[in-house]
């Protein structure tokens, strides 16, 4: 019987441990393949941090390229400013200089128009001194001399303002000598020259005179006619027309 027993406690634990045996085969198969399933989980993990390592690399490379082109563009920048502020400077002092010169020119243009606007108000009270003395002496029947002071005016100021009445009253000194020739040749002179001048009426009325002393009378009345078609209104024509008239 205890034969029987042992026998039968030998087989079970046979049994138990052929089964473990195989328990435990399966379970370090198991363990290997989740071994080899860890070290390919590595290896691939591994691999990604190598590759996130070196696209951290390029990053970092190219990054330190974008700064070095940056640096070398600011550079480049700072470089251009400091050229362009030197430009400016160098502008500005030439402007300075520019508006000196033209400041200067403007006090020469004014000092000179000063000075000239002087020598001119000199000139012509020196020309109006000279016409009314010569004024003067043709009202007091002094027609030589009136003559003279009228030819100065003419010959030494042609452009003067009074220059023009001078011509006028040159003629009337031959025109009050009687010298009749003369008196017609220097009032057509004078409506020559000064065709809108002052004294176009009282020449077109003196020359009508002359012509009437020299018996000239189809000349007269043409002279008159365009002294009353010209100058109507003037004192001249009305005189002129009462003359007619007779």
């Known amino acids: 019987m205890r034969k029987i027993i042992l ?3 030998v087989f079970a634990s046979v049994a138990a441990f052929t089964g473990c045996s195989n328990i435990t085969m399966l379970r370090i198969a198991e363990l290997k393949q989740v071994e080899v399933h860890v070290d390919s989980l590595k290896a691939d993990l591994a691999a990604k941090q190598e590759a996130v390592q070196q696209e951290q690399k390029n990053q970092n490379d190219l990054l330190r390229l974008i700064r070095a082109d940056m640096q070398v563009r600011f550079e480049e920048l700072s470089q251009k400013f400091s050229t362009l502020e030197n430009s400016i400077s160098e502008s500005k002092f030439k402007l300075s200089q520019i508006e000196k010169k033209t400041s200067d020119i403007q006090e020469q243009w004014k000092a000179k128009a000063t000075a000239d606007s002087t ?16 004024y ?31 011509t006028y009253w040159y003629a009337e000194c031959a025109f009050g000598k009687k010298e009749n020739d003369k008196a017609e040749t220097l009032f ?17 009325y003196k020359l009508g005179l002359v ?23 003037s004192p001249e024509a009305v005189m002129a027309k009462e003359r007619l008239g007779k």
Do not use: C
């Open 119 to 134: 020598d001119i108000a000199k000139k012509n009270a020196q020309v109006e001194k000279i016409f009314q003395i010569a």
């Open 7 to 9: 026998a039968g406690t």
């Open 188 to 204: 057509s002179d004078y409506l020559r020259k000064y065709r809108e001048g002052k004294k176009v009426g009282a020449s077109l």
């Open 211 to 233: 012509f009437e002393s020299k018996k000239q009378s189809e000349k007269r009345k043409m002279v008159w006619q365009k002294l009353i078609s010209g100058y109507p209104d």
């Open 136 to 166: 003067g002496d043709y009202m007091a029947g002094r027609y030589d001399l009136a003559a003279n002071g009228f030819l100065d005016v003419m010959n030494q100021f042609p452009n003067a303002e009074q220059t023009d009445e001078a």
